[in-house]
């Protein structure tokens, strides 16, 4: 079972704000980072460390922590937005690194 | 523009060893990085296997570590993956990407292959 906790599927509106979460203890220390993975394709890293975005990444997407949960969030969701996010970071042990499940987030 | 690309048999048998290569362009191996698998069961998600610094040293999924070896190889700019005794959980799409390990955790995996299915059946 993973370390890192995700809810497995979102909905928003188009144009609206989402969040997905990711739970975890070892979030106490470590950052999270995010990853998009549209069906078929190979996953994009989106955010990283404390609110990174790799080039190319539109602003609209950020990210945060507070105690053990990272939050990624997508302001003014667009419809190629839909797809699936996961969170990544170090386990417990801090030598290991874990996935959370994945959010399957659904633009209506 | 780094590109990785995954290469190696698409079908294995159960018990017997995969094996799968990342060749690397655009970046040297050997100029840093750390260098990992991940690997993704259909329809399900996405589970670390195990990361390699240029150098040699390597960190590996606890659950995999018994049957898991990865090394690289610089002089072709590439790294490997082995697992040993096989079984259809197995079965997944395998990614090779170059991972980022920073300070306070700030860790990344930034450029990825386009993934190869491996396939274990008889």
């Known amino acids: 079972s993973s370390e890192l906790t995700q809810d497995p599927a979102v909905s928003v509106a188009l144009g609206q704000t989402v969040r997905i979460t990711c739970q975890g203890d070892?979030?106490?220390?470590?950052?999270a980072s995010w990853y998009q993975q549209k069906p078929g394709q190979a996953p994009v890293l989106v955010i990283y460390?404390?609110?990174n975005r790799p080039s190319g990444i539109p602003d609209r997407f950020s990210g945060s922590s507070s105690g053990n949960t990272a939050s990624l969030t997508i302001t003014g969701a667009q419809a190629e937005d839909e797809a699936d996010y996961y969170c990544n970071s170090r386990d417990s042990s801090g030598n290991s690194w874990v996935f959370g499940g994945g959010t399957k987030l659904t633009v209506l | 523009q780094v590109q990785l690309q995954e290469s190696g048999p698409g079908l294995v048998k159960p018990s017997e060893t995969l094996s799968l290569t990342c060749a690397v362009s655009?970046?040297?191996?050997?100029?840093?990085?750390?260098w990992g698998w991940i690997r993704q069961p259909p329809g399900k998600g996405l589970e670390w296997i195990g990361s390699i610094y240029h150098s040699g040293s390597t960190y590996y999924n606890p659950s995999l570590k018994s049957r898991v070896t990865i090394s690289v190889d610089t002089s072709k700019n590439q790294f490997s993956l082995k697992l040993s005794s096989v079984t259809a959980a197995d079965t997944a799409v395998y990614y090779c990407?170059?991972?980022?390990?920073?300070?306070?955790?700030?860790?990344?995996?930034?450029?990825w292959g386009q993934g190869t299915l491996v396939t274990v059946s008889s």
């Open positions: 990407a170059r991972f980022s390990s920073g300070s306070y955790g700030e860790d990344y995996f930034d450029y």
């Open positions: 460390g404390k609110n």
């Open positions: 655009g970046y040297s191996i050997s100029s840093g990085y750390y």
């Open positions: 070892s979030l106490r220390s470590y950052y």
